[in-house]
């Protein structure tokens, strides 16, 4: 019995995927097929100057033409694209017959007949003929070294003298044929060859012994009679053969299960993270890119083990499991977090990895979620696990992570290019993350494909689950009341505003209080965003200031940029990057829009609009006039609340060019 010479994949084509380095497995994989390319050339070169000297000539190529007659009848193994055929029996009898050349001819003839009728790549043909080969005259010397007598055909020494010669004669043949072919396959595949060698190669040693046996038997009758005798053991192989085509089935039957049940796993995984996915508004995508990253890169640090790359590409998925203990205004927040809500962010990780622990993966994922925030120096969280002390896929998957979110836009600030992300990570090298790992993504990581973040499907289902999820909530904080000690034109503005309650229309209370927050932050512009009926925009009802004409007509859907943010989660953002709530319209102003300051208004428990300041530059809000606007704004949205009330079928109309201010008279 013998493996096919088609080894797994394309091995005439080499290896060139482009997650590895250019060259990397390719060229280790290109080395070894010279080598053992050239020493088959060696060893038939020998075998052609014994094969001529050998008596007998049409025993051996009586045999040789048998052995390729059954090699045809193969039995396939497409898990490891490997196959296996019955020719071994009349293999074996050549080169105990006649010795170790015609031996390696006939077997070389098995290997690169077949490839070359399949039109295989020239490299791949050569490697087939010459792999065997060599396994073949090596172990048939080991048998005549130990047995110490010419080949059989010339004499017949006692049975039990041959015993060991054969056995070590199958074990060498068996251990150089599969592991020539095991070598090939790890390294086309980018996996130990121990493992390949483990996982598909070592039970097929009992058909070698079985070959081995049958060979034996044959040569005892062919010595009792002649090569006619042959005949008599044909039957005997056909038998061989069925029982073998049985167990192959039941064997890819049970792999095929395997993968199925991968597979499944999979997409558990998968369906989880995308529920976890969609519970943050702003990182949609983000860890399929990330897990596309970490398994580029832990196949470019070497890692072979399957185990561990199974777990590094779950936990790439799933890293972010604990942020469903997280309130989502502050998974959603479009700026900096304060030190309680970091400190409630960081409780994610453990939450994650206890939940996780729970799912009993046959692969260490628990432990990679657990310590992907934990740094180099030990100064992370949430253990301050330092150095090696962390697992490797922790290590790969806390840089890829960080690559991916300063490279992606974020509310907050607008992604970085992929240079000013690698020199932070460059940065950070020895400190936050393993230097190693950092040299290696920044080496590697332009040929890592990360391919479309998810399927059509996903990402309906996501957009679906979007839509369903921003509902309006009661507000965190109660505003703080307007005291005597504020300012006058602030006092004004609540008195106004309680006056205008119920006696004006919307446009009067807007085109009032946006008179007096001008005259509050000078030289501000702004917007008063307010939810359209039937739907879940907040639409730009009046603007004011110098950029006044750019913001006219705006509209953003609840939850998306950073007024509808304000709007889903009822919290203020200060001082974020203009640009990340308005778009093209921030730099269609002029001068451009830098700054941004977005503050909810409410009347009772209902969201009646949000506010939005813009500025000519970034930092321009102050923290007294953030202040200033969230106490008026309850009292101002009484106002809007009132207005909107007492107008009929009040629908929500952008202002239009050219319209004056009218004033509220005083009466």
Known sequence: MRHDRVVAGPVGDAVSDPRLPAGSSSRALRAYLQVVVATGALVLVLSTITAVRTPHPLGWLALAALAMLTGSFRLNFASVSANIAIDDTFLFTTALLFGPGPAALAIAAGGFIPSWRRRKP???IAFNTAAPAISMWVASQTFFAIARIPPLAQTMPPIASLVMPLLAFTVVHFALNSGLIAIAVGLDARQSPIQIWRGHFQWLSIGYFAAASLAFCLILLIQQASLVAMIIVLPLLAVFHLTLRSSFGRAEDAQQHIKAMDRL????????????????????SHVRRVQAYAKGLAGALGIVDELTLKAIEAAALLHDTGKLAVPEH?????????DAEFEKMKRHVDVGADILALVHFPYPVEPIVRCHHENWDGSGYPRGVAGEAIPIGARILSVVDCFDALTSDRPYRGRMTDDA????????SGR?????VVDEFIRVYRNIPVGAAESIEQRAVMQRITQSRHEIDTPQDPAPDVTTSAPGNLLAFVSLSRLVSGEGNIDDVLALSSKLIADVIPGASGAWYLPEAGS?????AETFGPAAAALRGASIEVGERLTGWVAASRQPIVNSDAALDLGPRAQAASPPLRGCMSIPVIAGSSLVAVLSLYAEVQDAFTVDQRRLVQMVAPHLGGAIQAARAATPACQVVPMEKGRELRLVANR
């Open 122 to 124: 020239a490299r791949q």
């Open 265 to 284: 796993y999979l997409s558990t995984v998968e369906t989880l993270a995308m529920a976890i996915d969609a519970k943050d508004d702003i990182t949609h």
């Open 330 to 338: 502050i998974l959603n927040k479009p700026g900096k977090l304060t």
């Open 421 to 428: 992300a690698l020199d932070i990570l460059r940065e950070r």
């Open 432 to 436: 936050m993350y393993d230097p190693r």
């Open 536 to 540: 879940d925009r907040l639409v730009a």
